[in-house]
T-cell receptor, first 114, second 115 residues
Framework: AQSVAQPEDQVNVAEGNPLTVKCTYS??????LFWYVQYPNRGLQFLLK??????LVKGSYGFEAEFNKSQTSFHLKKPSALVSDSALYFC????????????FGAGTRLAVHP | EPEVTQTPSHQVTQMGQEVILRCVPI?????FYWYRQILGQKVEFLVS????????KSEIFDDQFSVERPDGSNFTLKIRSTKLEDSAMYFC?????????????FGPGTRLTVL
C-alpha cells in the first residue's frame, strides 16, 4: 500500500537560514511525488513535483526538492527562508499506471522566525 | 489565474440530513476529485471522476456518498444521511490530465460540521 511519512510535526527556522522539510514514501512501482503548501483558510497550493529525470526539482517561491530513490525520500528545501514561508506543508505521492489519487502525509508546520 | 472554487465555505447540518457540497473546477480541466481532512488528521482521497463516471474511489466513499457533474461547470458531492464522523474539511480538486503525474489544483475547502 502507498504511504507517506512526514516525521516532523513542526520545523522552526530563523529567517534567512536554509530550511528542510522531510518526506519519505512507500509505493509500488514508480512514484510521482508532490509538495503542496496550505496557508490559513486557503486550499492546498501546488509547489513542485517529481515525475522522472533530474532528481533535483525546482518549484514555486524558490523551493526545491530532491528525489532520492535509495532512501525513498523527497525532502523539500529552500536556501533562505522567509517569514512568509510559514505555513503547513504536505508531501503527497501517486503512482504510475493510470492511478491518480494522491496519498498525503500528515503535514509539517513550518515556522520561520524573524 | 484560474482557480477552483467551492461553496459554501462552511456548512452546519443535523445528523441524518442530506448535504450537497459544490465545486467549480478549472474550466479546461477534465478530471475531478474530492478529498477530506478530519481535524488534526491527514488529507484523504475520496473519489475521482472523469467523463461523467467515477474512475476511482476509496473505502470511505460508501453508498452514502455520491458525486455528480450536473452541468458544464459544477461538480458536487452529496452525503445522503450525514453522521457525526462526516464532520471534516472537504476539498475539491481538478487536473487537466490523468495518469497520476499531473498536479491537482485544490479549492479552499468546505468545512462541514454535523451536529
Amino acid at each position: 500500500a502507498q504511504s507517506v511519512a512526514q516525521p516532523e510535526d513542526q520545523v522552526n527556522v530563523a529567517e534567512g537560514n536554509p530550511l528542510t522539510v522531510k518526506c519519505t514514501y512507500s509505493v509500488s512501482g514508480n512514484p510521482y511525488l508532490f509538495w503542496y503548501v496550505q496557508y490559513p483558510n486557503r486550499g492546498l497550493q501546488f509547489l513542485l513535483k517529481y515525475i522522472t529525470g533530474d532528481n533535483l526539482v525546482k518549484g514555486s517561491y524558490g523551493f526545491e526538492a530532491e528525489f532520492n530513490k535509495s532512501q525513498t525520500s523527497f525532502h523539500l528545501k529552500k536556501p533562505s527562508a522567509l517569514v512568509s514561508d510559514s505555513a503547513l506543508y504536505f508531501c503527497a505521492v501517486s503512482r504510475s499506471g493510470g492511478y491518480n489519487k494522491l496519498i498525503f502525509g500528515a503535514g509539517t508546520r513550518l515556522a520561520v522566525h524573524p | 489565474e484560474p482557480e477552483v472554487t467551492q461553496t459554501p465555505s462552511h456548512q452546519v447540518t443535523q445528523m441524518g440530513q442530506e448535504v450537497i457540497l459544490r465545486c467549480v473546477p478549472i474550466s479546461n480541466h477534465l478530471y475531478f476529485y474530492w478529498y477530506r481532512q478530519i481535524l488534526g488528521q491527514k488529507v484523504e482521497f475520496l473519489v475521482s471522476f472523469y467523463n461523467n463516471e467515477i474512475s476511482e474511489k476509496s473505502e470511505i466513499f460508501d453508498d452514502q456518498f455520491s458525486v455528480e457533474r450536473p452541468d458544464g461547470s459544477n461538480f458536487t458531492l452529496k452525503i445522503r444521511s450525514t453522521k457525526l464522523e462526516d464532520s471534516a474539511m472537504y476539498f475539491c480538486a481538478s487536473s487537466e490530465y490523468l495518469a497520476g503525474y499531473d498536479e491537482q489544483f485544490f479549492g479552499p475547502g468546505t468545512r462541514l460540521t454535523v451536529l
